[in-house]
């Protein structure tokens, strides 16, 4: 004959620091994660098998999902990467995908509130119920809730917290409050289980019966402004649902009060609190997380809350100072998101990045950011020409040139400082302009050095009419370079005369350019080019120019001549020089260049 089981939790705590003492060290072994527990139990006769623990815990969002592999994966997209080009210099890359879940965590009590637990035996009748209260993750039961159960029977035991209610055959619960604490939500465990002799340890995973979405707008270098977007469903959603425990099937509500229409909802996004900086940085601006009721927990399959079946709209807002499109999108169709993948408890991030295809702006702040972002305050000084990474530093081109000076001087003798004798090619392997401007200490290596000038170079440098040294002028001219360049740049913004290297970076940046010209080991080398227009066109844009002539480098090949570049677009052609080959202009433009 079977013997009844009560759990009848009576204050009596001298029986309940006698059980904890002998039942601690397995309590501790079985709860990977701090649980609440109810521990006052049923002690008529004193013995073990009349002794119950329910122990709860909380499964993360996503905690169920798997990679491919099995293992669980860090990242889970569920659509490829999808790339719209907008026309407008702006492209959206549209991805969703699982979030990660948050890690387990040792101490994860449950939060406060009032929980149920239901026994229901293998034909579906309810055969028992216990209540109690979780206040800082200690569990009281209600005064005189027990449960009269058998030892050897198999049951399932519901736990469900305030946010279900039960009406005695159902366990009801929706998703009206699309935002909801975290207390809040419809949490419920189910768990089968077998009464046997001793202490039963019956454990409860506690899961969110909604699932979540977030959007997140990626831009970079600066925030998108005032970005709005709309996201709507053509197909109906259920936002009340039941379940019945007896039968353990879900039923979507319909009709009045109900909710059960499509979704309209208007996320707001919030901002990166990400700062300018120099180096380019993805600003991530998310809106809260919306919950809905997951396709699992309706009933009828498809009548929860269909993702990959949602319409996005930007509503207003740029990026970049350009608009962002108010084209509506299909998610399933468009960015290829599953149309069955929102259950509860899952949790999925939209994410749409916004590229802008513009160049790459110097600002008088030191940072960078593309031409739409500038302000009254911070305009652009220069155009990138190599970014800034967390290991090296940037590269930008002055918009406009610093003035002119002397390609060819009129007497021999130690006209330059230096002469650069390690390498041929003036555009490969060369060493920065901001080197030859500004020191010459420790690179002897690299150059041959008049003692006469080592003595007095930086006066050199600053003294532009210096006798005797006309060359000099043209790295002072670009050392003073100031036009639309405030005094208040900062300290590590220093103009200097660029060298091949820095000149060659600009010229990569040039599709039609002759990319022979830069990689050709011939001091004199002529290519044609009929792309000068496309040169000038990168810095009109943003209030810089560009004109037709010859420019100076700061490398060297003698003490006489410095290397210099010809632009001739009146005759489609582009020359490389030594000056000591070059007749045909005694002066040339000096176009200033800066790390950061």
Same mark, same amino acid.
Not at 288 to 301: M, T
Not at 463 to 482: D, Q
């Given at each position: 004959?079977?013997?009844?089981?009560?759990?009848?939790?009576?204050?009596?705590?001298?029986?309940?620091?006698?059980?904890?003492?002998?039942?601690?060290?397995?309590?501790?072994?079985?709860?990977?994660?701090?649980?609440?527990?109810?521990?006052?139990?049923?002690?008529?006769?004193?013995?073990?098998?009349?002794?119950?623990?329910?122990?709860?815990?909380?499964?993360?969002?996503?905690?169920?999902?798997?990679?491919?592999?099995?293992?669980?994966?860090?990242?889970?997209?569920?659509?490829? *990467?999808?790339?719209?080009? @907008?026309?407008?210099?702006?492209?959206?890359?549209?991805?969703?995908?699982?979030?990660? +879940?948050?890690?387990?965590?040792?101490?994860?009590? /449950?939060?406060?509130?009032?929980?149920?637990?239901?026994?229901?035996?293998?034909?579906?009748?309810?055969?028992?119920?216990?209540?109690?209260?979780?206040?800082?993750?200690?569990?009281?039961?209600?005064?005189?809730?027990?449960?009269?159960? !058998?030892?050897?029977?198999?049951?399932?035991?519901?736990?469900?917290?305030?946010?279900?209610?039960? %009406?005695?055959?159902?366990?009801?619960?929706?998703? /009206?409050?699309?935002?909801?604490?975290?207390?809040?939500?419809? /949490?419920?465990?189910?768990?089968?289980?077998?009464?046997?002799?001793?202490?039963?340890?019956?454990?409860?995973?506690?899961?969110?019966?909604?699932?979540?979405?977030?959007?997140?707008?990626?831009?970079?270098?600066?925030?998108?402004?005032?970005?709005?977007?709309?996201?709507?469903?053509?197909?109906?959603?259920?936002?009340?649902?039941?379940?019945? *425990?007896?039968?353990?099937?879900?039923?979507?509500?319909?009709?009045?009060?109900?909710?059960?229409? *499509?979704?309209?909802?208007?996320?707001?996004?919030?901002?990166?609190?990400?700062?300018? %900086?120099? $180096?380019?940085?993805?600003?991530?601006?998310?809106?809260?997380?919306?919950?809905?009721?997951?396709?699992?927990?309706?009933?009828?399959?498809?009548?929860?809350?269909?993702?990959? %079946?949602?319409? @996005?709209?930007?509503?207003?807002?740029?990026?970049?100072?350009?608009?962002? &499109?108010?084209?509506?999108?299909?998610?399933?169709?468009?960015?290829?998101?599953?149309?069955?993948?929102?259950?509860?408890?899952?949790?999925?991030?939209?994410?749409?990045?916004?590229?802008?295809?513009?160049?790459?702006?110097?600002?008088?702040?030191?940072?960078?950011?593309?031409?739409?972002?500038?302000?009254?305050?911070?305009?652009?000084?220069? =155009?990138?020409?190599?970014?800034?990474?967390?290991?090296?530093?940037?590269?930008?081109?002055?918009?406009?040139?610093?003035?002119?000076?002397?390609?060819?001087?009129?007497?021999?003798?130690? !006209?330059?400082?230096?002469?650069?004798?390690?390498?041929?090619?003036?555009?490969?392997?060369?060493?920065?302009?901001?080197?030859?401007?500004?020191?010459?200490?420790?690179? %002897?290596?690299?150059?041959?050095?008049?003692?006469?000038?080592?003595?007095?170079?930086?006066?050199?440098?600053?003294?532009?009419?210096? +006798?005797?040294?006309?060359?000099?002028?043209?790295?002072?001219?670009?050392?003073?370079?100031?036009?639309?360049?405030?005094?208040?740049? &900062?300290?590590? =913004?220093?103009?200097?005369?660029?060298?091949?290297?820095?000149?060659?970076?600009?010229?990569?940046?040039?599709?039609?350019?002759?990319?022979?010209?830069?990689?050709?080991?011939?001091?004199?080398?002529?290519?044609?080019?009929?792309?000068?227009?496309?040169?000038?066109?990168?810095?009109?844009?943003?209030?810089?120019?560009?004109?037709?002539?010859?420019?100076?480098?700061?490398?060297?090949?003698?003490?006489?001549?410095?290397? $210099?570049?010809?632009?001739?677009?009146?005759?489609?052609?582009?020359?490389?020089?030594?000056?000591?080959?070059?007749?045909?202009?005694? =002066?040339?433009?000096?176009?200033?260049?800066?790390?950061?």
């Amino acid at each position: 004959m079977k013997k009844s089981m009560k759990l009848n939790y009576r204050q009596n705590m001298t029986q309940q620091k006698q059980f904890f003492k002998a039942a601690a060290w397995l309590v501790g072994i079985i709860l990977l994660t701090a649980c609440t527990h109810d521990g006052e139990l049923d002690n008529d006769d004193n013995q073990t098998h009349e002794r119950l623990q329910f122990n709860l815990s909380f499964a993360q969002f996503n905690a169920d999902k798997e990679a491919v592999n099995g293992s669980k994966a860090k990242v889970r997209a569920v659509s490829a *990467p999808k790339t719209v080009d @907008l026309g407008n210099g702006l492209e959206l890359e549209v991805t969703a995908e699982c979030d990660e +879940p948050e890690p387990p965590t040792r101490v994860t009590p /449950l939060y406060d509130g009032h929980y149920t637990i239901l026994a229901i035996d293998n034909a579906g009748n309810r055969v028992g119920k216990i209540k109690g209260t979780v206040t800082s993750g200690n569990f009281t039961r209600d005064e005189d809730e027990k449960l009269d159960l !058998l030892d050897g029977q198999q049951y399932t035991f519901i736990c469900f917290n305030s946010a279900v209610t039960d %009406d005695g055959t159902n366990l009801k619960f929706n998703d /009206l409050d699309l935002h909801p604490a975290e207390q809040d939500m419809p /949490l419920i465990g189910r768990v089968t289980w077998t009464v046997h002799p001793g202490h039963n340890f019956i454990p409860f995973e506690m899961k969110r019966q909604v699932g979540r979405v977030r959007f997140k707008l990626t831009t970079y270098t600066a925030d998108a402004q005032n970005a709005k977007i709309n996201l709507t469903t053509a197909h109906y959603h259920h936002r009340k649902t039941m379940y019945n *425990p007896g039968t353990k099937t879900y039923a979507g509500e319909v009709g009045a009060g109900s909710g059960y229409a *499509p979704i309209n909802e208007n996320p707001v996004y919030g901002a990166s609190g990400v700062a300018y %900086d120099a $180096i380019v940085k993805a600003h991530e601006q998310t809106t809260p997380y919306y919950y809905f009721l997951g396709n699992d927990v309706v009933g009828l399959a498809g009548a929860g809350f269909i993702f990959g %079946d949602s319409y @996005l709209q930007f509503t207003s807002g740029t990026a970049y100072g350009k608009a962002l &499109p108010t084209t509506k999108y299909h998610i399933g169709t468009i960015f290829n998101a599953s149309s069955d993948n929102f259950t509860a408890n899952s949790s999925y991030t939209f994410t749409i990045k916004v590229k802008s295809k513009d160049r790459l702006l110097l600002y008088q702040d030191g940072t960078v950011g593309y031409y739409g972002d500038r302000t009254t305050a911070r305009m652009p000084i220069g =155009i990138v020409t190599k970014e800034k990474t967390e290991s090296e530093e940037g590269t930008a081109v002055a918009l406009k040139n610093a003035g002119t000076g002397p390609v060819k001087a009129a007497e021999t003798y130690f !006209l330059l400082p230096f002469k650069d004798r390690q390498h041929a090619n003036p555009y490969r392997d060369e060493l920065s302009g901001y080197i030859y401007t500004y020191t010459y200490d420790n690179y %002897d290596e690299n150059f041959v050095w008049s003692e006469e000038y080592k003595k007095d170079y930086a006066y050199r440098l600053v003294h532009k009419n210096y +006798p005797g040294v006309p060359f000099l002028t043209n790295y002072a001219t670009a050392a003073a370079y100031s036009d639309q360049v405030p005094s208040t740049v &900062p300290a590590n =913004i220093r103009w200097f005369l660029p060298s091949g290297l820095e000149w060659s970076q600009l010229f990569r940046m040039i599709a039609s350019f002759p990319k022979e010209i830069i990689e050709s080991d011939n001091l004199v080398s002529t290519r044609p080019w009929t792309g000068f227009s496309d040169l000038q066109n990168l810095f009109t844009p943003f209030g810089g120019n560009f004109p037709k002539g010859t420019y100076h480098m700061a490398d060297c090949s003698s003490y006489t001549f410095q290397y $210099i570049i010809e632009f001739d677009p009146d005759n489609n052609s582009i020359t490389t020089y030594d000056g000591n080959y070059y007749l045909n202009t005694s =002066i040339g433009y000096v176009r200033p260049f800066t790390h950061f």
